[in-house]
């Protein structure tokens, strides 16, 4: 059984940085696709960082050069590292993965505001 649990959301002041984490089970993490995505209040969920097994990675225009993603193989693990936060980075952010048909975990929620 596939799971994704997120950790590390909370308030953050803008300007600020926040370490989201996923832990992925029943996955072969080294060859599945693992992405962040975001859904603001109000607003659809979009994709805001994406990482393949091959090492390709790709971000949404409005957090590039912000946040970073990255990846731990051995432990399974997938991070979003989020500098200079602005306000309209708030929102629930969602682990998701291609595997076997794709799967999401719960989310956790991030609130940038002073």
């Known amino acids: 059984q596939v799971q994704l649990v997120e950790s590390g959301g909370g308030l953050v002041q803008p300007g600020g940085s926040l370490r989201l984490s996923c832990k992925g089970v029943?996955?072969?993490?080294?060859?599945?696709?693992m992405a962040w995505y975001r859904q603001a209040p109000g607003k659809e969920r979009e994709l805001v960082a994406r990482s393949t097994s091959s090492g390709d990675i790709e971000y949404s225009d409005s957090v590039k050069g912000r946040f970073t993603i990255s990846r731990d193989n051995v432990y399974r693990m997938l991070y979003l590292q989020m500098d200079n936060v602005e306000p309209e980075d708030t929102g629930v952010y969602y682990c998701q993965t291609a595997w076997r048909g794709g799967h999401w975990g719960k989310g956790t929620l991030v609130t940038v505001s002073s």
């Open positions: 029943g996955i072969v993490f080294s060859r599945a696709t």
